[in-house]
């Protein structure tokens, strides 16, 4: 059986989330049980990009404070680090910790920030996709990982949590050619699964205090949940998150992937909650983006049609000229490179575009839209999700 533990917490205050913080610890079995005492452990936040902790696009600073305090009480040598979207350079990595708060806390505690930005290629032996991956040396250097999440929705990947906050294990750009190759949400779910099962990470702890709803995972807008939760089982624990913000949890393609792996039943019904009952913390209006790529036309048209068919109703990346400050940012990290920028503004060759939404993803001011045709819109509700 699979364990998830949900503590509320109302705020970010130091103490409050202290106190919850342990009392999960405690309910899990207490850290020692998934860590051991004097080992080298890799703390892997989500630092998507250069956001300040109030946006709630990254980990919250202060739940790095109370976890490495405790690791800190167990001897262990705590490393801080992430592979952010985009490039992945020391300088990179030096604003984004100084911006989410991260660098105050590592300075604070005598933590090490992760500098090293040296690829390793391994073996994946229980990869569905891929055999092998490339991944950021840390990972290779350290006894355990704990996956320290945020609560967000996706609008490629429906739902972020414990399982998708480890591709950024992936170093830098490579994300990209990842999303290249695997432009099919049900291959680029596979392709997270398979990293999720290689990392293998012990413990992972959720900041649900504040969450993102909406256009996630950086364009959304910030939902007070009110919890922390942790499991030793990422899959099991984006299971609960998912019923508290009233999303459907056969609906994320993660864990649709997971699922048929057998790594969680069906029904879920290995999945224990302990702590707060969900019922009492549902939150039944978050917003959940409907972006997901839709099999409508199956059956429905011949084979050679589905796919130009399914290009045309599909979401498609729009830029809203007034936000944007012509950083090019949109057009360094698109996989296929469709967005060319033409005085200063981006534009996208929708023939080249896979729908990936790196563009809205990394967008530095918010200026990138999704649009949803009306054919779209009006049939969304009863079209199968993938």
């Known amino acids: 059986m699979k364990e998830v533990v949900i503590k509320k917490c109302e705020n970010y205050l130091y103490e409050n989330v202290k106190s919850s913080f342990k009392d999960l610890l405690k309910e899990l079995g207490g850290l020692e049980k998934h860590i051991k005492p004097g080992s080298k452990v890799l703390i892997k936040m989500n630092l998507l990009m250069k956001k300040r902790p109030e946006e709630a696009t990254t980990t919250h600073p202060i739940l790095l404070k109370v976890l490495s305090e405790e690791l800190l009480k167990l001897n262990c040598k705590v490393i801080v680090g992430d592979s952010p979207g985009g490039v992945y350079n020391e300088r990179v990595l030096r604003a984004i910790y100084k911006t989410c708060g991260i660098e105050d806390i590592a300075k604070e505690l005598d933590i090490e920030l992760n500098y090293n930005t040296d690829e390793v290629r391994v073996e994946n032996p229980k990869g569905k996709l891929v055999k092998y991956l490339t991944v950021i040396k ?86 007070k949940v009110g919890v922390i939760l942790g499991s030793s089982s990422p899959y099991a624990l984006d299971v609960v998150a998912c019923n508290i913000i009233n999303l459907n949890p056969s609906n994320v393609p993660t864990i649709q992937r997971s699922v048929e792996r057998k790594i969680l039943e069906k029904d879920f019904s290995d999945i224990i909650v302990k702590g707060e009952k969900i019922e009492n913390i549902i939150i039944k209006d978050y917003r959940i983006p409907n972006t997901q790529s839709i099999d409508f036309l199956e059956g429905r048209v011949p084979k050679f049609l589905q796919k130009y068919l399914n290009m045309f109703f599909k979401p498609k990346p729009i830029f809203m000229y007034k936000k944007c400050v012509g950083c090019g940012e949109c057009e360094r990290v698109c996989p296929p490179r469709a967005i060319d920028m033409k005085g200063n503004k981006p534009y996208v060759n929708l023939d080249k575009c896979i729908r990936c939404f790196c563009c809205h993803e990394l967008c530095p001011k918010k200026a990138v839209d999704i649009k949803k045709p009306l054919f779209f819109k009006y049939f969304i509700g009863s079209c199968k999700i993938e």
């Not at 006894?143 to 414990?162: N, W």
């Not at 994300?175 to 049900?186: G, L, T, W």
């Open 138 to 223: 840390p990972i290779e250097d350290v006894d355990h990982v704990i996956s320290l999440c945020k609560l967000k929705t996706h609008v490629m990947a429906t739902f972020t949590g414990g399982v998708k906050n480890l591709f950024g294990v992936i170093p830098g750009l490579l994300k990209a050619e990842y999303h290249f190759k695997m432009p099919d949400v049900r291959d680029f779910t596979d392709l997270l699964v398979d990293i999720c099962e290689y990392v293998n990470p012990c413990l992972t702890i959720m900041d649900g205090i504040v969450g993102m709803e909406g256009e996630g995972p950086s364009a959304g807008n910030p939902r």
